[in-house]
């Protein structure tokens, strides 16, 4: 199947967000949007969503890429973002998606990382929107201490003499400095978001979830938070053998991951053809 690829720029509020778009030439099954990874995270994956997006496409899922304002070819600086502002770009992103899409509905949230938390507030506002979770981040306060660890080891590890414990520079953070994390930099305001966020899928959630976690071996167990929501809704979890490629030194791919991820969701979307409902 050969498939359409679109660049374009998303208008929104405060500006606009560089898009790409990959979907069949063919009636689409179905549409999702990206939430991608925070940082460095997001471009150490680039590669790997391209893939996986070209991927879905020939599966017959159209999906959209965005990066979100003050990241990448977006208008805006990094230093500016909010979290919020964020969640206002994804609104955006599934407005067009829909209007391009009229009769497939809900859009699939693809999640990768700390996208987890842009997909928490959209969610909470549709129990029926289909999850594909890569890795998710769900303590966002949790993962600032891990991001401010980094820059406290880099610090350190270069010998310039400003290295600081994560309390210290917690500190700088709350007295309102912006401080430069992995060549981003993260204002207060964001900080306090990131802290602040938390994912978890809410009680009511119907939506189909498929949740996947790399590891350096396929039979490791899932993480707790993985386990917990399959408590609460139907979800699909699996432990997938690769390499963290959102966080290797080099550009790695785990093409297991877009193989699963791919397969998974077909079944996903036949299970529901065959109920004869939506999605």
């Not at 206002?88 to 999640?111: K, Y």
């Not at 938070?225 to 997938?240: D, E, G, Q, Y």
């Not at 550009?251 to 979307?269: G, K, N, P, W, Y």
Request: glycine share 6%; aromatic share 6%; with cysteine.
């Amino acid at each position: 199947m050969t498939i359409v690829q679109e660049a374009f720029y998303l208008p929104v509020d405060d500006g606009r967000c560089f898009a790409v778009y990959r979907a069949p030439h063919a009636d689409a099954r179905a549409t999702m949007l990206h939430l991608p990874a925070f940082g460095d995270e997001m471009n150490k994956a680039r590669a790997m969503t391209a893939c996986a997006a070209r991927a879905f496409a020939h599966a017959g899922v159209a999906v959209l890429q965005v990066d979100w304002e003050g990241c990448g070819d977006s208008s805006g600086e990094h230093r500016d973002a909010t979290l919020a502002r964020w969640v206002a770009n994804a609104r955006a992103a599934l407005t067009w998606l829909r209007a391009r899409h009229p009769d497939v509905s809900p859009p699939w949230l693809w999640a990768l990382r700390a996208g987890a938390l842009i997909a928490a507030p959209l969610i909470a506002q549709r129990s029926d929107v289909p999850l594909l979770l890569w890795q998710p981040v769900v303590n966002g306060k949790q993962y600032l201490m891990q991001l401010l660890r980094l820059k406290a080891a880099g610090a350190w590890a270069s010998a310039r003499g400003d290295a600081s414990s994560t309390k210290a520079l917690r500190a700088r953070l709350a007295s309102g400095e912006v401080l430069e994390i992995g060549g981003y930099d993260v204002s207060p305001a964001l900080a306090d978001e990131l802290e602040a966020a938390t994912f978890a899928l809410p009680v009511e959630h119907t939506g189909p979830v498929i949740w996947l976690e790399v590891s350096s071996s396929a039979h490791a167990s899932m993480s707790a938070a993985a386990t917990a929501a399959a408590h609460v809704a139907a979800v699909k979890t699996k432990t997938i053998a690769g390499p963290g490629f959102w966080q290797s030194v080099e550009i790695e791919r785990c093409d297991e991951l877009v193989a699963q991820s791919s397969s998974l969701v077909a079944e996903t979307l036949d299970a529901v053809r065959r109920a004869g409902a939506v999605l």
